[in-house]
């Protein structure tokens, strides 16, 4: 974009993890691009970081590495207009729901859930004392379909959204507007080096593979993952003043998965 104002200029945005070609990434330069000041946070820091003033190396699965990226944004930026979470994450558990430890357990709500809470409360304050703000919590929509495979993941954002609607509804008198995004398959870097790698293994072509994931989530009726740009072109309507009156909500990006209503 060049020229005039842009959407976002003067905001200063939180996105968590904005590395390696995922969700988080694509949101960065989209909020980047329209004008935003972007804090982002990843645990590894990668080679080819631009503003390195823009980056904390952190993990937010921990307290510890939350309040490092809080600290880092209200000194760094000065304060928050915008929080984007999007770091999460599953691991596969082929043993059943009865094979899960409580470090399973812990580990998914630490990333999927606790993450956001603590970020939120962090920086809430500053938001609040401002009178403006725009939170948004990227889901699943494992939290309303959830798969056998990763049971702690889809409670875990099922809780995330849950805890969204609440944080909503308590802002909103505030200035503050909180809403989910449920994206299905998306096609990031980590994705594609999965269908890559399954279609190594099993001996067909990437098209084969990453039709089995799709047939493997009931199909995407749109006959496509969702590209990481179509994510990030949602999350930058719903933090900006276009969305002013949308709070509380759940926005699926999904392709068509979800059958329900
Ligand atoms: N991709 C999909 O199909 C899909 C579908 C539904 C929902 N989602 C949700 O969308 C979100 C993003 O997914 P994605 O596929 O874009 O992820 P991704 O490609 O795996 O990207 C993950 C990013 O987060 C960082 N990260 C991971 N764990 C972190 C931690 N504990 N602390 C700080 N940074 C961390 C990674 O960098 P480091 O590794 O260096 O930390 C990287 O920058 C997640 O909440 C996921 O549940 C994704």
Same mark, same amino acid.
């Given at each position: 974009m060049s020229g005039g104002m842009r959407e976002l200029d003067g905001r200063r945005a939180v996105v968590t993890g904005g590395t390696r070609g995922g969700i988080g990434a694509a949101v960065t330069a989209r909020l980047t691009d329209a004008g935003a000041r972007v804090l982002t946070t990843a645990r590894s820091t990668p080679d080819d970081v631009v503003h390195p003033e823009l980056f904390v190396a952190s993990d937010v699965g921990t307290a510890e590495g939350v309040a490092r990226v809080a600290e880092a944004a209200l000194n #760094? *930026? +000065?304060? $928050?207009d915008i929080v984007v979470h999007v770091v999460g994450g599953s691991r596969q558990?082929? +043993? +059943? $729901? *009865? &094979? *899960?430890s409580d470090d399973d357990w812990q580990d998914a709500f630490a990333v999927n859930l606790f993450a956001s809470v603590r970020l939120d409360r962090a920086l809430l304050p500053s938001m609040i004392d401002q009178g403006r703000g725009a939170i948004v919590h990227v889901t699943s929509i494992q939290r309303r379909v959830p798969l056998p495979t990763t049971v702690p993941y889809a409670a875990a954002k099922a809780a995330l959204t849950s805890y969204s609607k609440n944080l909503a509804t308590q802002m909103a008198p505030k200035g503050v507007r909180v809403n989910t995004v449920a994206p299905g398959f998306v096609e990031t870097a980590g994705a594609r080096g999965m269908v890559s790698a399954l279609a190594a293994a099993d001996g067909v072509d990437e098209n084969t593979s990453r039709r089995r994931i799709m047939d493997s989530i009931g199909g995407i009726p749109l006959g496509r993952p969702a590209r990481p740009e179509e994510v990030a072109e949602l999350v930058a309507f719903l933090v900006?003043? #276009?969305?002013? &009156?949308?709070?509380g909500a759940e926005h699926v990006i999904d392709g068509g998965s979800l059958r329900t209503i």
């Open positions: #760094r *930026l +000065g304060g $928050v558990e082929p +043993g +059943g $729901v *009865l &094979a *899960l900006s003043d #276009r969305a002013s &009156a949308i709070t």
